[in-house]
């Protein structure tokens, strides 16, 4: 099974569109992930990240409710 999972843009490194990064967090977890498939991603913005990739951009709403629901499949595990 693959999971996708919302994350928010700290900051962004251009260094070209093909090797363009961003450090992204994950509920206090920041990674490096390539913004190569989303040239339209800023700084604050929610994107998907999938396998070290942003696929896409969601909006803010969008993507709380992402993270709640997978915060709530988290306390049941527990």
Request: negative net charge; aromatic residues 6%.
């Amino acid at each position: 099974m693959c999971l996708a999972v919302p994350g928010k843009v700290i900051s962004i490194s251009e260094a070209g569109s093909l090797s363009r990064t961003g450090l992204v967090e994950f509920s206090g977890i920041s990674t490096q992930v390539s913004l190569a498939y989303v040239p339209e991603a800023k700084v604050d913005d929610y994107v998907i990240i999938h396998a070290g990739f942003a696929l896409s951009v969601l909006d803010q709403e969008e993507a709380e409710q992402s993270l709640l629901v997978f915060a709530q499949m988290d306390a049941l595990s527990d």
